[in-house]
T-cell receptor
Framework: NAGVTQTPKFRILKIGQSMTLQCTQD?????MYWYRQDPGMGLKLIYY???????DKGEVPNGYNVSRSTTEDFPLRLELAAPSQTSVYFC?????????????FGEGSWLTVV | EDKVVQSPLSLVVHEGDTVTLNCSYE??????LLWYKQEKKAPTFLFML????IEKKSGRLSSILDKKELSSILNITATQTGDSAIYLC???????????????FGTGTLLAVQP
């Protein structure tokens, strides 16, 4: 009953440090997404993937990288963290044609860059 | 540029009130509109709407899509304190040459229900 699992839940980074947000899903979804949500704002798409080996940029990809070596995993890499990357990050997955066509979200990762 | 606009940005009501949240969109190729409820953590799915004029209902919540007006409303009747949350509207559009779908989110409406 895991669904979409993200780690870590909370992290404080210093400016210039790098880190990877992990995301895994056990629903055999082919589509996966990374969003960020700034305070009082809607979700913005960072990167998405339509299947293993295929990734593409979303609305706000600068400062991030992703990879999709397996169906289950979609890690998000932050290189040279900046204060503007302080945000809540949500990983999500979906299966086009699945139940209601809905998208399933992880619980979020709160990242602060100081 | 594809965009989704929600109104109001925030709303404070008393328990028992009925509220209507609005979502309007301008997108190049509409596929469906989704409503989510976001409390402290991840958004949870409420409704997906693809056809105009057909109301989706779940308990005290209901929603309807108007493709002519490029908008949707989410109604909550007899509000309770547990309805306090951010309500997100998202529009699904095709991307990647039509091979996949992308969600464009609005900024959300913050609903606070006071006892």
């Amino acid at each position: 009953n895991a669904g979409v699992t993200q780690t870590p839940k909370f992290r404080i980074l210093k400016i210039g440090q790098s880190m990877t947000l992990q995301c895994t899903q056990d629903m055999n979804h082919n589509y996966m997404y990374w969003y960020r949500q700034d305070p009082g704002m809607g979700l913005k798409l960072i990167y998405y993937s339509v299947g293993a080996g295929i990734t593409d940029k979303g609305e706000v990809p600068n400062g991030y990288n992703v990879s999709r070596s397996t169906t289950e995993d979609f890690p998000l890499r932050l290189e040279l963290a900046a204060p503007s990357q302080t945000s809540v990050y949500f990983c999500a997955s979906s299966y086009v044609g699945g139940r209601l066509g809905s998208i399933y979200f992880g619980e979020g990762s709160w990242l602060t860059v100081v | 540029e594809d965009k989704v606009v929600q109104s109001p940005l925030s709303l404070v009501v008393h328990e028992g009130d009925t509220v209507t949240l609005n979502c309007s969109y301008e997108v190049t190729n509409f596929r469906s509109l989704l409503w989510y409820k976001q409390e402290k953590k991840a958004p949870t799915f409420l409704f997906m709407l693809t056809s105009s004029g057909i109301e989706k209902k779940s308990g005290r919540l209901s929603s309807i899509l108007d493709k002519k007006e490029l908008s949707s409303i989410l109604n909550i009747t007899a509000t309770q304190t547990g309805d306090s949350a951010i309500y997100l509207c998202a529009v699904r559009i095709p991307d990647y040459g039509g091979a996949t779908n992308k969600l464009i989110f609005g900024t959300g409406t913050l609903l606070a229900v006071q006892p």
